[in-house]
């Protein structure tokens, strides 16, 4: 029992540390987006900003919880 729980838990700071750094990493890219001298590069680099920051605080978290709730933890119990 303790190993599956040194799983969850395991689990449970990767999903943290990744939405953590999504923020993070997401807003660093809206400074440098700020920062283009073209106002239409300026709009490109926001829009992949935001994109990222989404992809890094919710979708990857979410990913790795799924595989992990539908895939490792049915063959660990």
């Known amino acids: 029992m303790g190993e599956l729980q040194t799983l969850d838990l395991i ?3 990767v999903a943290v540390f990744d939405v953590v750094t999504g923020h993070f990493l997401g807003q ?11 106002p239409q590069d300026r ?7 935001q994109r990222s920051r989404v992809m ?3 979708v990857s978290p ?8 539908l895939w490792l933890r049915p063959a660990a119990v």
């Open 11 to 13: 689990i449970a700071l």
């Open 43 to 49: 709009e490109l680099m926001r829009q992949r900003a």
């Open 62 to 69: 979410l990913l790795l919880l799924a595989v992990y709730l």
């Open 56 to 58: 890094l605080m919710y």
């Open 28 to 38: 660093r890219q809206l400074r440098m987006a700020e920062q283009m001298p073209e």
